[in-house]
């Protein structure tokens, strides 16, 4: 249990005492939206229709009841209890408060935040659900980011969270990369970046094919012999699909992001086929004018196309034996799905296949909004896009100009470092600091803001801290003295860090990472106000050293969070 839980405990039990029942629980306890109000507070509503009385009364008979039995443990955490009409405010003894959250912050160091879960849930979560044979752009980024965060959030929350990435390797816009390979490419020079080329072939493809009878009919040929998995166009794909996969690899290993199993559609669809016969026997599946589909409309799902007239497979085909394989082989409690928002009803057909074919672990998707330009949608198709590696080497060249001008005595090594790491901060934070189901304008500019909700701003904030903490040659070991912080502005700051584990639980029961990105800055914004606002190397020895011992618990929760997203924090900036 985490300081401010046990503070709610204690508080609970008093209630309930003064009570006669057992009704209170902690998530009755709400924040009042003035710290001077109390930093708990309990809206007497509920009770009212309990015991037939007017709320106001009750927070009135409740505090003259707690009044009157005095308890010294209740005492010590405790300072005073005021009513403001319905409410019953909890003002907390601000010493015993701070020294219980610093002592539990610098125990417990990285740990601190972390959940227990009674369940021990195991999580299967499917993420960077990217297509080979096109380019790598920030909608798959906003993908990755939001997964990976979500991934760790789960894991500190108690969870056995098992992060996999299902790759689509087959299907119509593999055979169109390959067409117009063929047709465009085959004897030209290739680029170092394999993977990015492909990624240029396909939008010409695309553009070149639309209109095109003759290629049309081209390119189903080139997928009905890459399904056959034989000839030169399987031999093609063979090699144009590593380099895909190896430009993946490669931009995982940038982005630290780390996966359990790698899982490729070209390894289920054969399963998928031969699985086709028996869910029709089984009325799952029924075949409709030479295709074969799912009617769900009893469900209020629709129809979904399985395999298409011309006998070529549609997604189904691969996800079914996917998601049975993944249940075999982890035995989730959960199975989630990161994919884009648009997907929304095939997963709510996909699983009610799932469901009829007798497994009933709960599946979730997660989806997630477009990433938009400040002048609008982009397409991979069209080739008006932003890819990964014209995004981060515009943002890395501003990073580095911006570090030269700040520090002209570092080599062009240490630019280097930093700006990869900014780069890299920057990137993630944009795209998990709202809420999945709001889109994103993606702004360079205003992401390498010093001065608004973001990575840089935050990293800014670490590097602030770090340089306060040199300067005092502070280490762990010298951090103590909680009782000389007597500023308004540090308890405020000591019940923020205390709502950190709180914030966490939230986001994993919403899985929703952007709760902790805005923590993190509000906390950010806390430190930077305090900071301009007091002397913290110039203070007596005592007062210093808690002071000293303030910002350093905050650099920790901010390292911690940073860390969940998926984010390292430098030293300098």
Request: proline share 2%.
């Amino acid at each position: 249990m985490h300081s401010l839980d046990i503070i709610k405990k204690e508080i609970v039990i008093e209630i309930n005492k003064t009570l006669g029942s057992k009704i209170i629980k902690a998530s009755d306890l709400i924040y009042p939206p003035n710290q001077k109000m109390g930093e708990l507070s309990l809206p007497c509503f509920l009770l009212s229709k309990e015991f037939k009385k007017n709320p106001a009364e009750i927070a009135q008979n409740i505090i003259k009841k707690i009044n009157n039995n005095k308890n010294s443990k209740f005492d010590l955490i405790i300072n005073s209890i005021i009513a403001t009409g319905p409410y019953v405010n909890f003002i907390l003894n601000k010493n015993n408060l701070t020294e219980k959250v610093l002592t539990e912050i610098i125990d417990q160091f990285e740990n601190y935040g972390k959940n227990k879960n009674k369940n021990n849930r195991r999580i299967i979560i499917e993420y960077s659900n990217v297509n080979t044979h096109k380019e790598y752009h920030i909608g798959h980024l906003r993908n990755i980011c939001y997964g990976d965060a979500v991934n760790n959030i789960l894991n500190i929350n108690g969870n056995k969270s098992i992060p996999i990435s299902y790759v689509n390797d087959f299907g119509i816009h593999v055979a169109k990369t390959l067409w117009a390979y063929l047709e465009f490419y085959k004897n030209e020079k290739l680029s170092k970046n394999k993977g990015e080329f492909l990624g240029k072939v396909y939008a010409r493809a695309s553009k070149e094919s639309k209109d095109n009878k003759i290629a049309k009919q081209m390119i189903e040929v080139i997928m009905k012999k890459i399904e056959s998995r034989s000839g030169e166009e399987y031999k093609l794909w063979q090699k144009t699909r590593k380099w895909s996969i190896e430009q993946f690899d490669k931009i995982y290993k940038e982005l630290n992001i780390k996966f359990n199993t790698k899982m490729y559609e070209s390894e289920f669809i054969d399963d998928g086929i031969k699985m086709i016969p028996d869910l029709i026997k089984k009325g799952i599946l029924e075949k409709s004018q030479c295709a074969v589909i799912a009617n769900l409309e009893k469900y209020n799902l629709g129809v979904l196309v399985v395999l298409r007239s011309d006998g070529t497979a549609t997604y189904p085909v691969a996800d079914i034996p996917l998601a049975l394989e993944k249940i075999k082989k982890f035995k989730p409690d959960e199975s989630i799905y990161v994919v884009d928002i648009r997907q929304k009803l095939y997963f709510k057909q996909l699983f009610k296949i799932i469901e009829l074919m007798g497994h009933k672990q709960k599946m979730t998707h997660l989806g997630y909004e477009f990433v938009k330009l400040p002048d609008g949608m982009m397409s991979s198709r069209s080739g008006n896009t932003i890819t990964y590696v014209e995004l981060k080497n515009k943002i890395i060249n501003k990073v580095k100009e911006e570090t030269k001008k700040r520090h002209s005595d570092w080599s062009d090594e240490k630019i280097k470092k930093t700006a990869d790491i900014i780069t890299v901060s920057i990137m993630k934070f944009e795209m998990i600091k709202i809420k999945a189901e709001q889109e994103i304008i993606f702004d360079i500019n205003k992401a390498l803001s010093l001065n608004g909700f973001t990575a840089t701003y935050l990293q800014y904030v670490c590097a602030r801290i770090n340089s306060v903490l040199k300067k005092a040659k502070i280490n762990k070991k010298k951090l103590k003295f909680y009782n000389n912080l007597t500023e308004e502005k540090e308890h405020k700051l000591i019940i923020k860090m205390a709502k950190y584990p709180e914030i966490i639980k939230r986001a994993g029961e919403k899985y929703d990472p952007s709760e902790i990105a805005k923590y993190l800055f509000e906390l950010a914004k806390n430190f930077n106000d305090y900071y301009h606002s007091v002397q913290i190397l110039k203070a007596d020895e005592k007062e210093k050293k808690s002071k000293l011992t303030l910002i350093y618990s905050i650099r920790q929760i901010l390292k911690n969070g940073l860390n969940l997203l998926g984010i390292k924090i430098i030293n300098e900036m």
